[in-house]
């Protein structure tokens, strides 16, 4: 996630991993806002927080997409390294329950 501060005149001065302060706002890693900001930023740490958030997204698309060459038959899961497939297990079975209790907690939302 990508949370950013602004200056009193609204302009980007602070890019973070999480909020700093009350006043930090969520935005998306594609904004074009804060693209133009990192374009112009001569800060390592502003351009390492885009592109850890970036590469967390990213790792969501490599898993899906090695899930679906194996959905197509493409290759198969015994064909991945150990080491990939033990990550590629921990990862699906830690989503399951992600799901599982998101999946609780909208059930409950009618009964109050």
Do not use: C
């Not at 001065?13 to 009350?22: D, R």
């Not at 899906?64 to 080491?83: H, M, N, Q, R, S």
């Not at 329950?97 to 009618?110: A, K, P, R, T, Y």
Request: proline share 4%.
């Amino acid at each position: 996630m990508v949370y950013i501060e602004r200056d009193e005149n609204g302009q980007i001065i602070g890019v973070f991993n999480a909020p700093q302060s009350e006043g930090s706002q969520y935005i998306s890693p594609q904004a074009p806002e804060l693209l133009e900001f990192l374009g112009q930023s001569n800060r390592h740490e502003d351009i390492q927080t885009i592109l850890t958030a970036s590469d967390m997204a990213m790792v969501r698309v490599i898993e899906d997409l090695v899930g679906t060459l194996i959905d197509k038959g493409v290759i198969l899961f015994t064909d991945l390294p150990e080491a990939a497939q033990q990550k590629l297990v921990q990862r699906k079975k830690i989503r399951h329950h992600l799901n599982s209790l998101e999946n609780l907690m909208n059930e409950d939302e009618g009964l109050l």
